[in-house]
């Protein structure tokens, strides 16, 4: 069974642009997370999408936002970059949302914003 | 903010050795905490999970403990292994301001040496 997989691995934006990361779940999965990490803050818990609804939402601007499609793909958007929006975007999959359930996560997105 | 904090940032054990990588959390209402792997380069994996009716579980070289007195949980893995070196991330997962949402640690790297 495919993993998460995100697209694309790597990406070098200027401040000011805005940037569309996608996420494939796993098969069958419903529910696509997204985090940020960076090295001093670890990962932070973005949203949380489930049947096409933002379930639940993190502590981050509106610059950040996110969507899913009807076949549980998910694309988040970051509009007016700035250089702090660099790190690693983690997506995680799981078959339902509600916590206490494995979340699988991909391999992520490596932002850069120059 | 709400965390999950680590009580090592970094932990360095000898090939063979046994290691304990420990976490503190948070949220008293949490009642799932999971441990992830990270090597560099890759997404989070999932290494063992542990519900809040249990204070112990064991996977292969791997065992969770949970103390919800004291709030903390840690990781013992046997034999550490080259292949162990990452960072370990803990995560508590439960119904909290009105959500379910995890909450990651900031991780410890284990470095193992030969």
């Known amino acids: 069974k495919a993993g998460v997989t995100q697209t694309p691995r790597y990406l070098i934006k200027t401040r000011g642009q805005q940037v569309t990361l996608s996420c494939s779940p796993i098969?069958?999965?419903?529910?696509v997370s997204w985090y940020q990490q960076t090295p001093g803050q670890g990962l932070q818990f973005l949203f949380e999408?489930?049947?096409?609804?933002?379930?639940n939402k993190g502590n981050f601007p509106g610059r950040f936002s996110g969507r899913q499609f009807s076949n549980s793909r998910s694309e988040m958007n970051v509009s007016t970059l700035e250089l702090g929006d660099s790190a690693l975007y983690l997506c995680?999959?799981?078959?339902?949302?509600?916590?206490?359930?494995?979340?699988?996560f991909g391999q992520g997105t490596r932002l850069t914003v120059v | 903010g709400e965390s999950v904090g680590l009580h090592l940032p970094t932990l360095s054990v000898q090939e063979g050795d046994n290691s304990i990588i420990n976490c503190a959390y948070s949220?008293?209402?949490?009642?799932?905490f999971i441990w992830y792997k990270q090597e560099s380069g890759k997404g989070p994996q999932f290494i063992i999970d542990?519900?809040?009716?249990?204070d112990k579980r064991q996977g292969q070289r791997v065992t969770v403990l949970l103390n919800k007195t004291v709030k903390h949980l840690s990781l013992q893995i046997a034999a550490t292994q080259p292949g162990d070196s990452a960072v370990y991330f803990c995560?508590?997962?439960?119904?909290?301001?009105?959500?379910?949402?995890?909450?990651f640690g900031t991780g410890t790297r284990l470095k193992v040496l030969a």
């Open positions: 995680a999959s799981s078959w339902k949302t509600g916590g206490d359930t494995e979340a699988f």
């Open positions: 098969s069958g999965h419903r529910s």
């Open positions: 999408y489930f049947s096409e609804t933002q379930r």
């Open positions: 949220n008293s209402a949490s009642d799932y």
């Open positions: 542990i519900r809040s009716n249990m």
């Open positions: 995560a508590e997962n439960g119904f909290t301001s009105g959500t379910y949402k995890y909450i």
